[in-house]
């Protein structure tokens, strides 16, 4: 009896032991259902038997539990046949399943792939088309005249003697915002740069909108790069303890070039040049922008003035075209003033004297105005009009520019804390409105 009892619990072991050792849970599963499906009607003649006889009646004799079982299973072997069965059909289709999905997912890789190769081909394409179009920059002396001999030639050369390359400027420091040269066919004569000159910066835009920025560094070393899609110029920014050089090469791409461009020269070259890259990041019309942008009145004149007052002291600008826009804008403020509500707690009207005092125009005046408790804006904005009348009248551009930008100054504060009470009216006009602004833009 004790020999049958360890036969069967070495049995059950093995049976244990080959489940475990499959790696496929499916396999596994399916496995232990299937054990549980011949073992179900075995355990429910042994519980009955148990039940009705008590264990003690059991006859442990090999012999006999081999007949027991074999019985058992004779009689339930309809049911044997069905379950094994369905079964089989339910892990025939969940194989399939299986299959189907790493035969997609295999597809889908492959697809991938492709798709990857073929992005990869047209990028190629694409960048030899850009590349086409992209300017090389040569430094010659100029001919051996005597007047000239201290002078070199920068000439622009593009890939075909037709090709342009547009908005160029050109920087003989780090500084400042450059000499515009506009738009220059290839062979063009760029400048004629004195000699001591050793280091010098180039912008333009190519026929495709590509933006180039080209450094000649202490007298000799070229450096061609392009701004990619997207991408920022800013980049990399003045912290150069945070410089990364992955994101620099996903930002910039290098033509011209072996491959073999020194990476600390690299940094140089974007260190000398953030003021530059600073100009070429911005687009023309960048100080009125977020009026351009604007999705109602309130946003529109609460930026309108600032962004005028940004290019007082800024030459890119025409004077005149700062003046005119200022001007429209306010008559329009006046027109329809009893639209327009403005929130004085937040007015800092002791900023609005400081100006005034420097601004040293209609001083009573303006005082009156903001010493009040209710803020005139009719009063204000008609004052506004006659002082930047006064101001234009004057015959010194530097004393012209300077009250211009403390008027601005007032008028912005004022205009930052105001809000169209009747927007749905004025939002009509906002299309009109940005429109005259952006077509009174004259630049130099």
Same mark, same amino acid.
């Given at each position: 009896?004790?020999?049958?009892?360890?036969?069967?619990?070495?049995?059950?072991?093995?049976?244990?032991?080959?489940?475990?050792?499959?790696?496929?849970?499916?396999?596994?599963?399916?496995?232990?259902?299937?054990?549980?499906?011949?073992?179900?009607?075995?355990?429910?003649?042994?519980?009955?038997?148990?039940?009705?006889?008590?264990?003690?009646?059991?006859?442990?004799?090999?012999?006999?539990?081999?007949?027991?079982?074999?019985?058992?299973?004779?009689?339930?072997?309809?049911?044997?046949?069905?379950?094994?069965?369905?079964?089989?059909?339910?892990?025939?289709?969940?194989?399939?399943?299986?299959?189907?999905?790493?035969?997609? @997912?295999?597809?889908?890789?492959?697809?991938? @792939?492709?798709?990857?190769?073929?992005?990869?081909?047209?990028?190629?394409?694409?960048?030899?088309?850009?590349?086409?179009?992209?300017?090389?920059?040569?430094?010659?002396?100029?001919?051996?005249?005597?007047?000239? $001999?201290?002078?070199?030639?920068?000439?622009?050369?593009?890939?075909?003697?037709?090709?342009?390359?547009?908005? $160029?400027?050109?920087?003989?420091?780090?500084?400042?915002?450059?000499?515009?040269?506009?738009?220059?066919?290839?062979?063009?004569?760029?400048?004629?740069?004195?000699?001591?000159?050793?280091?010098?910066?180039?912008?333009?835009?190519?026929?495709?909108?590509?933006?180039?920025?080209?450094?000649?560094?202490?007298?000799?070393?070229?450096?061609?790069?392009?701004?990619?899609?997207?991408?920022?110029?800013?980049?990399?920014?003045?912290?150069?303890?945070?410089?990364?050089?992955?994101?620099?090469?996903?930002?910039?791409?290098?033509?011209?070039?072996?491959?073999?461009?020194?990476?600390?020269?690299?940094?140089?070259?974007?260190?000398?040049?953030?003021?530059?890259?600073?100009?070429?990041?911005?687009?023309?019309?960048?100080?009125? @922008?977020?009026?351009?942008?604007?999705?109602?009145?309130?946003?529109?004149?609460?930026?309108?003035?600032?962004?005028?007052?940004?290019?007082?002291?800024?030459?890119?600008?025409?004077?005149?075209?700062?003046?005119?826009?200022?001007?429209?804008?306010?008559?329009?403020?006046?027109?329809?003033?009893?639209?327009?509500?403005?929130?004085?707690?937040?007015?800092?009207?002791?900023?609005?004297?400081?100006?005034? @005092?420097?601004?040293?125009?209609?001083?009573?005046?303006?005082?009156?105005?903001?010493?009040?408790?209710?803020?005139?804006?009719?009063?204000?904005?008609?004052?506004?009009?006659?002082?930047?009348?006064? $101001?234009?009248?004057?015959?010194?551009?530097?004393?012209?520019?300077?009250?211009?930008?403390?008027?601005?100054?007032?008028?912005?504060?004022?205009?930052?804390?105001?809000?169209?009470?009747?927007?749905?009216?004025?939002?009509?006009?906002?299309?009109?409105?940005?429109?005259?602004?952006?077509?009174?833009?004259?630049?130099?």
């Amino acid at each position: 009896m004790e020999k049958s009892s360890n036969c069967l619990r070495n049995f059950f072991k093995r049976v244990i032991a080959h489940l475990v050792d499959y790696d496929d849970k499916l396999k596994m599963r399916t496995n232990i259902f299937v054990l549980f499906i011949l073992s179900f009607p075995i355990i429910i003649e042994v519980s009955s038997f148990l039940l009705n006889k008590g264990i003690n009646s059991i006859n442990w004799d090999l012999l006999e539990l081999l007949k027991s079982l074999l019985s058992t299973i004779k009689t339930y072997i309809t049911f044997y046949g069905t379950a094994l069965s369905i079964t089989f059909t339910v892990y025939s289709f969940i194989k399939e399943q299986k299959k189907y999905e790493n035969d997609r @997912k295999k597809e889908e890789l492959k697809r991938q @792939k492709e798709q990857q190769k073929a992005n990869e081909l047209k990028e190629k394409e694409l960048e030899a088309k850009r590349d086409y179009f992209r300017p090389t920059f040569i430094v010659e002396p100029k001919e051996p005249k005597e007047d000239y $001999i201290d002078y070199d030639e920068v000439k622009l050369l593009m890939r075909d003697e037709n090709l342009y390359l547009e908005n $160029i400027r050109y920087y003989n420091n780090d500084r400042g915002r450059g000499e515009f040269k506009g738009n220059l066919k290839s062979g063009s004569i760029l400048v004629s740069k004195n000699k001591r000159v050793k280091s010098f910066y180039i912008t333009g835009e190519t026929q495709i909108g590509e933006q180039i920025l080209f450094g000649y560094l202490n007298g000799g070393i070229k450096i061609h790069k392009y701004l990619k899609t997207g991408e920022s110029a800013l980049t990399p920014g003045g912290d150069f303890n945070y410089y990364n050089q992955d994101k620099v090469e996903s930002t910039w791409g290098t033509y011209n070039t072996d491959g073999r461009l020194d990476k600390g020269l690299e940094q140089v070259f974007f260190y000398n040049t953030i003021g530059i890259r600073e100009c070429l990041d911005s687009t023309y019309y960048q100080s009125v @922008k977020l009026s351009l942008q604007a999705d109602s009145a309130t946003s529109f004149f609460r930026n309108i003035f600032r962004g005028i007052n940004k290019e007082y002291g800024n030459y890119s600008l025409k004077r005149y075209s700062k003046h005119q826009i200022v001007y429209d804008f306010l008559q329009v403020v006046k027109v329809n003033h009893s639209d327009f509500i403005v929130d004085t707690q937040n007015i800092s009207f002791g900023y609005l004297h400081q100006n005034l @005092k420097l601004l040293n125009e209609n001083v009573q005046e303006f005082s009156n105005i903001f010493t009040l408790d209710d803020f005139n804006l009719l009063a204000f904005t008609e004052l506004a009009l006659e002082t930047l009348q006064t $101001i234009g009248n004057k015959q010194d551009e530097e004393e012209m520019i300077e009250k211009y930008d403390y008027l601005l100054r007032i008028i912005t504060n004022v205009f930052d804390n105001v809000v169209v009470s009747t927007e749905p009216r004025l939002n009509n006009y906002l299309l009109k409105y940005k429109a005259n602004l952006f077509n009174n833009l004259d630049w130099s």
